[in-house]
Each structure stands twice: as C-alpha cells, then as structure tokens.
C-alpha cells in the first residue's frame, strides 16, 4: 500500500470499514485470489486470522470502464456471520483501489447449538405471531454468527413470510 490510503474503521468492532488507496497484486492470479493476498496482508486492519477461509466469494461484476467489483460474505466454520460483507475493488490497471463494507475480528465460539432449531422456531413464532395474527406464515431457518456488538453469538436466524397477506417478511434472532 502506498501512503495516500485512507483509512475508516468501525469504532465498535475495530476493523477497517474503508480501505482507500492502491495496492498492486503480486501475482497475476484470479481477482479472487489478489483480493485474499490484500486481506491477508492487512490482518492489524480486518483482524481475518484466515481470509480465504473466512471469507465466501459471492460475485464478481465488471462494468464499462473496465473495473471489477467482487463481494465476498464473511463466514465462520462454514456459517455466514451476519451483516458481514466486503467488496473489493480493482481499477482497469489491475491494482486494488478500494475495500469496503464490515467485518467482525476471527471468532472464537461454538459453532454448535445449544438451542434447537425447532425450539429457536418455537419461541421466534411467539414474537411474530402477533404481526401475522394468525394468518398462515412460512418460515425459514439458518444458524449463523451473530456480531453482537463486540460479543459475536451463535444465533438462529428465523425468517417469516406471509402466505395470504401480501409481501411480508418478519426477521427474529
């Protein structure tokens, strides 16, 4: 990195929310693996003990001035962590202009469950029951890390959709 970076961190999570400035790849591998190389060598930034890892290609885009956008979703033992996401981009000489988006530091936790899903589903239908009154819901489950402020938790995500009532989408943790 040269020294015109600019640099924004989340001020709760104490990793870089903005990475400005050029970084040149060392290699001439895939974007994706250009992208690792710049997160990996900026651990004191991200706090990513191993981005390849940890970090979950999305997509790739290109657009017409010749510049590539990849997102990738950060991930912990193979959950996704909540809310976490980078996006690295390269300008059309092939150097890394700009990182952007959140992440958390490496958890240390259990990836194993000390809920249930069904009781997770159980207790999350108690909570949206009154916004759907009754009306036939749908749901959905995922277990995921979830970045408590600066405490990630194990978490279920419970997803709710109406049947009958239009487009309705009700989130419980």
């Given at each position: 990195i040269d020294t015109s970076?600019?640099?924004?961190?989340?001020?709760?999570?104490?990793?870089?929310?903005?990475?400005?400035?050029?970084?040149?790849?060392?290699?001439?591998?895939?974007?994706?693996l250009q992208a690792l190389?710049?997160?990996?060598?900026?651990?004191?930034?991200?706090?990513?003990?191993?981005?390849?890892?940890?970090?979950?290609?999305?997509?790739?885009?290109?657009?017409?001035?010749?510049?590539?956008?990849?997102?990738?979703?950060?991930?912990?033992?193979?959950?996704?962590?909540?809310?976490?996401?980078?996006?690295?981009?390269?300008?059309?000489?092939?150097?890394?202009?700009?990182?952007?988006?959140?992440?958390?530091?490496?958890?240390?936790?259990?990836?194993?469950?000390?809920?249930?899903?069904?009781?997770?589903?159980?207790?999350?239908?108690?909570?949206?029951?009154?916004?759907?009154?009754?009306?036939?819901?749908?749901?959905?489950?995922?277990?995921?890390?979830?970045?408590d402020g600066i405490v990630?938790?194990?978490?279920?995500?419970?997803?709710?959709?109406?049947?009958?009532?239009?487009?309705?989408?009700?989130?419980?943790?």
């Amino acid at each position: 990195i040269d020294t015109s970076n600019r640099i924004t961190a989340d001020p709760i999570r104490k990793t870089a929310e903005v990475v400005n400035g050029r970084f040149m790849p060392s290699t001439t591998a895939r974007r994706e693996l250009q992208a690792l190389e710049f997160i990996s060598s900026r651990s004191d930034l991200f706090g990513l003990r191993n981005p390849a890892g940890e970090l979950r290609l999305e997509r790739e885009e290109s657009d017409n001035l010749g510049m590539a956008h990849l997102r990738f979703t950060q991930t912990f033992e193979g959950l996704r962590v909540w809310g976490c996401q980078k996006v690295v981009h390269f300008d059309s000489d092939g150097s890394i202009y700009l990182v952007a988006g959140q992440n958390i530091h490496t958890p240390s936790i259990s990836t194993t469950p000390t809920v249930s899903v069904s009781t997770a589903e159980r207790a999350a239908y108690l909570d949206a029951e009154p916004v759907f009154d009754g009306r036939a819901v749908r749901s959905e489950s995922e277990l995921l890390v979830y970045p408590d402020g600066i405490v990630p938790r194990l978490a279920w995500l419970i997803t709710f959709y109406g049947v009958d009532i239009g487009v309705i989408r009700y989130r419980v943790f």
